[in-house]
């Protein structure tokens, strides 16, 4: 099946904004599946996730992660090292904007690569130690960070850190090459999230379903996969 890929799909993410839909559709998903889920938010305010955890009978954990402060990530470690985890799937996106590289500045593109790209790696890399042998690592990415699809440009920026990420990725896994794990990076599509604007072709009830049903087809499947919502591999 063709790709169509949109270089207006992403909109302008303000400071303070909170991705909270997606992050709330996964979590619900998995809680419906049956499975027992720690979710993190970014603070100490209450979030949606708190009110979805009131409702769960003791199977939603929710704990505070900022990605992008390497102390918290060790201690999220610390306190989850009981645990023996069958999925980490690492969510963490921003943009500032459709603007051209060469007007963006020095602070705004380290900020897009810490949180896009380093921070969730940081996660995967310093996580790692909890997944189970047969478990599986997932990163959320998205089709703006395959190189052979952009043929249209726009959203430099963003482009830019999903790539970075992918990248990394397959650093991790040739790292790792022997690791049983199963490693995904997710395109969830266009989906109506604070990301994503109200013009995505996807609702969150119509993305996630998918996204939960190709994390669940490929356990066991060792190596990395680049894969959307429908299962479709999605081109370097």
């Known amino acids: 099946m063709a790709r169509r890929e949109r270089p207006d799909r992403v909109r302008h993410w303000r400071p303070g904004e909170k991705a909270t839909t997606s992050r709330l559709g996964l979590a619900a998903e998995y809680l419906r599946r049956g499975w027992d889920v720690v979710g993190t938010v970014r603070g100490g305010g209450r979030t949606g996730l708190h ?12 704990e505070s992660l900022e990605m992008t402060a390497p102390e918290q990530i060790s201690a999220l470690r610390d306190r989850l090292a009981p645990r023996s985890l069958d999925l980490l799937f690492v969510n963490a996106a ?3 904007g459709d603007i051209p590289i060469g007007e963006v500045p020095a602070e705004m593109f380290t900020e897009v690569m ?5 921070g969730p790696m940081r996660v995967v890399e310093w996580l790692r130690p909890l997944v189970a042998p047969a478990g599986t690592i997932g990163v959320m990415s998205s089709d703006q960070g395959s190189v052979s699809l952009n043929t249209e ?14 990248q990394l990725m397959r650093c991790y896994a040739a790292r790792y090459a022997g690791d ?15 990301l994503g604007g109200a013009d995505a072709e996807l609702s969150v009830e119509e993305s996630v379903p998918g996204v939960v049903e190709t994390m669940e087809n490929h356990r066991g499947k060792p190596g990395l996969h680049f894969v959307d919502h429908q299962g479709r591999v999605v081109p370097w």
């Open 114 to 118: 810490l949180t896009n790209a380093l």
């Open 51 to 62: 009110d979805l955890a009131d409702t769960a009978g003791g199977r939603l954990t929710v």
């Open 180 to 194: 049983p794990r199963t490693l995904l990076l997710m395109d969830p599509g266009w989906v109506r999230t604070e």
């Open 94 to 96: 921003i943009t500032r």
């Open 153 to 166: 440009g726009g959203q430099d920026l963003y482009r830019a850190g999903k790539s970075a990420l992918n």
